[in-house]
């Protein structure tokens, strides 16, 4: 699961970690812009037909962005492919 750790740039020790499975990261027009990528949903979520904005952040705030995902197991990994 995608999981970002947010170094903030004044390092008051508030660093955050933001996760979720349709998660990405893009850096424009002096933001940070976290986008969800979760597809439509017709259960108690309002239906989307396009990305959106999960979290936005001055870019003056941020240091650094890190990608820190937690290892995953080995039964959560795809087989490897076949070689011929």
């Keep these: ?14 660093d955050t970690v933001i996760e979720d499975p349709n998660l990405t990261v893009e850096f424009t027009d002096g933001w940070v812009l976290f986008i969800d990528h979760s597809p439509p949903s017709t259960g108690d979520r309002v239906l989307f037909g ?4 999960a979290l936005a952040i001055p870019a003056v705030q941020v240091l650094r ?16 492919p076949a070689k011929e």
């Design 1 to 14: 699961m995608p999981r970002y750790l947010i170094i903030h740039a004044e390092r008051r020790g508030d």
């Design 50 to 53: 396009e990305p959106r904005v």
């Design 65 to 80: 962005v890190e990608r820190v995902d937690e290892p995953q197991e080995p039964q959560d990994q795809e087989p490897a």
